[in-house]
């Protein structure tokens, strides 16, 4: 049993196509022994980004960029305190 999809143009050679591989890839097999049931395959859905996911996704990049940001000044404010603290111990 095959299962092809809506690509196929013509089902017909590829029946042939399969019946002439199986043909070839046996010993001792006919061609008009083989029988190809074919059926065609449900349409699969996909999900597409709607402009709301879009949305969604685009502010949780922007908070997390806003948090990184944050925390980088931080930390260098940190550093900046921890330096002057070292020069004004040096001073006194």
Same mark, same amino acid.
């Given at each position: 049993m095959i299962k092809y999809?809506?690509?196929?143009?013509?089902v017909n050679l590829l029946i042939n196509d399969i019946k002439i591989f199986?043909?070839?890839?046996?010993?001792?097999?006919?061609y008009d022994d083989i029988f190809v049931v074919t059926t065609e395959m449900e349409q699969i859905n996909r999900?597409? %980004?709607?402009?709301s996911h879009?949305?969604?996704k685009s502010g949780l990049?922007? /908070?997390?960029s806003v948090n990184v940001f944050v925390i980088l000044v931080i930390?260098? %404010?940190f550093l900046l305190i921890n330096k002057n603290r070292k020069t004004l111990?040096? /001073?006194t």
């Open positions: 999809n809506d690509t196929i143009n013509d199986l043909k070839n890839s046996v010993n001792g097999v006919s999900l597409k %980004l709607t402009s879009q949305r969604e990049i922007w /908070l997390f930390f260098f %404010l111990a040096l /001073l």
